[in-house]
Nanobody, 127 residues
């Protein structure tokens, strides 16, 4: 079992930055894919970033490419999502997710199929 707890959400003005954290516990971290999803009011949940513990470069959805950056600290069992140049359309609940074991060596958002989810953290971007 894996438990995920997000933090770092809040209210920020457009153009600002936030860093979300995801604390993981409950299992060994030798092989996994980790990512972030978000859900805006009235919209479907969407994957926005992911990376594999043993893979290559992270993958991002077009909406956040170049503005958001995913990273992890395996020793601390912490994942992060650095969000820069935030826009009002980034307003959503953000979820940390894990696919363990990963189905592919390199994580890509279309192929990410998480089996563990955090409860989410709210990010609100004002115009």
């Amino acid at each position: 079992q894996v438990q995920l707890v997000e933090s770092g959400g809040g209210l920020v003005q457009a153009g600002g930055s936030l860093r979300l954290s995801c604390a993981a516990s409950g299992s060994t971290w030798d092989d996994y894919a980790i990512g972030w999803f978000r859900q805006s009011p009235g919209k479907e949940r969407e994957g926005i970033a992911c990376m594999s513990r043993r893979g290559s470069a992270p993958d991002y959805t077009d909406a956040v490419e170049g503005r958001f950056f995913i990273s992890y600290d395996n020793a601390k069992k912490q994942a992060y999502l650095q969000m820069n140049s935030l826009k009002p359309e980034d307003t959503a609940v953000y979820f940390c997710v894990v696919e363990k074991p990963p189905r592919f060596r390199t994580c890509t958002i279309p192929n990410l199929d998480p089996n563990y989810w955090g409860h989410g953290t709210q990010v609100t971007v004002s115009s």
